[in-house]
């Protein structure tokens, strides 16, 4: 693996779950593999967790992170081919790519969607004009279409509190005032579909997300039948993907209760809007897992990184 950009680069998630656990449990166990080396990491978007749990991972490693705030700190991109640059943007991303390669071992980028134009965002022009002008691998921190270090964090995660051989795990859409991307559910799906669960996912009418990343899982419109027997409800709003961006539905019939979801466990990627996607009850209770799954993706970004570091 040179890039890692989507959960299809995981090639066996059994065994980089096994892999992160033991990381996990022994996390400066590499602490020499990354020694001299930089990992670079580049945000167009605000961050708390990828940020520091990137960061976290790097130096479990005994790499030298640089971070960097591109959107106002840096000088804008062009990432047009062929652009007569007198507008906004300084500097093309063909030199600033190869200028951050010379810098850096590994290029980490988050670049969020527009949610207005659908097709530059299905291009994932940000990231994959990093992939094709930077020198050296490229890590996802979330782009328009996926959050693979989150899918990862969440393979581990369901895996770690399983306590049947095949769980029955829920992918519920909940009311949000913002549009949000389609990233993280994306992520989540593609990595469910590779382990041994049940898998289902409930939206209301309008939501459901595209239509080659959900292929043959369930979706259901009614979230009550969707919740029956579930052993865990992951929880994240996504704007409308058909009529792209939109906020058609802010139903508070969504929002995630402890009476809905009975003793099913809890999991969101965060950050997570109080008592509008999820109520105080459920995040304050034992059912909840979103610290720990916070906590994961320390380890999901080490084993990408270890193994980043092992192939190139
Ligand atoms: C972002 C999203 O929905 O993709 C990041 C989640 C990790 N969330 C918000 O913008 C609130
Ligand atoms: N879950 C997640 O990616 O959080 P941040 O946006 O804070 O990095």
């Given at each position: 693996m040179k890039h890692y950009t989507s959960i299809n680069d995981i090639d066996n998630i059994n065994s980089w779950i096994k892999e992160a656990k033991e990381i996990k449990a022994n996390?400066?166990?590499?602490?020499?593999?990354?020694?001299?080396k930089t990992l670079g990491m580049l945000f167009f978007n605000s961050s708390l967790r990828t940020r520091l749990s990137t960061q976290k991972a790097a130096l479990n490693l005994g790499m030298n992170p640089i971070v960097m705030n591109v959107s106002g700190d840096a000088w804008g991109i062009e990432f047009g081919d062929g652009t007569v640059m007198n507008g906004n943007t300084a500097e093309h991303i063909k030199e600033a790519a190869a200028v951050v390669s010379q810098y850096c071992d590994i290029i980490a980028v988050r670049a969020f969607p527009t949610l207005t134009d659908k097709e530059k965002d299905q291009s994932e022009q940000v990231l994959n004009s990093f992939v094709k002008f930077a020198s050296v691998p490229v890590i996802s921190m979330e782009s328009a279409t996926g959050h693979p270090l989150q899918g990862l964090t969440d393979a581990i995660t369901v895996s770690e509190n399983s306590t049947k051989k095949k769980p029955k795990v829920v992918l519920s859409w909940a009311p949000h005032i913002k549009a949000l991307p389609h990233a993280v559910g994306n992520s989540f799906v593609q990595a469910m579909q590779k382990m041994d669960v049940e898998f289902v996912i409930t939206n209301p009418e309008?939501?459901?997300?595209?239509k080659e990343i959900t292929k043959d899982t369930p979706i259901l419109h009614n979230q009550k039948e969707a919740f029956k027997d579930a052993d865990f409800v992951y929880t994240k709003n996504w704007s409308s993907y058909d009529d792209y961006g939109k906020i058609l539905n802010t139903d508070p019939n969504w929002t995630i209760t402890k009476e809905k979801i009975g003793n099913a466990k809890f999991m969101h990627c965060l950050p997570v809007r109080r008592n509008v996607v999820v109520e105080d009850a459920v995040l304050d209770s034992d059912s909840s897992l979103v610290i720990e799954q916070a906590n994961n993706r320390t380890f999901a970004a080490q084993l990408v990184l270890k193994k980043i570091l092992e192939n190139n």
């Open positions: 996390p400066l166990k590499n602490i020499e593999l990354g020694k001299n309008g939501y459901n997300l595209s």
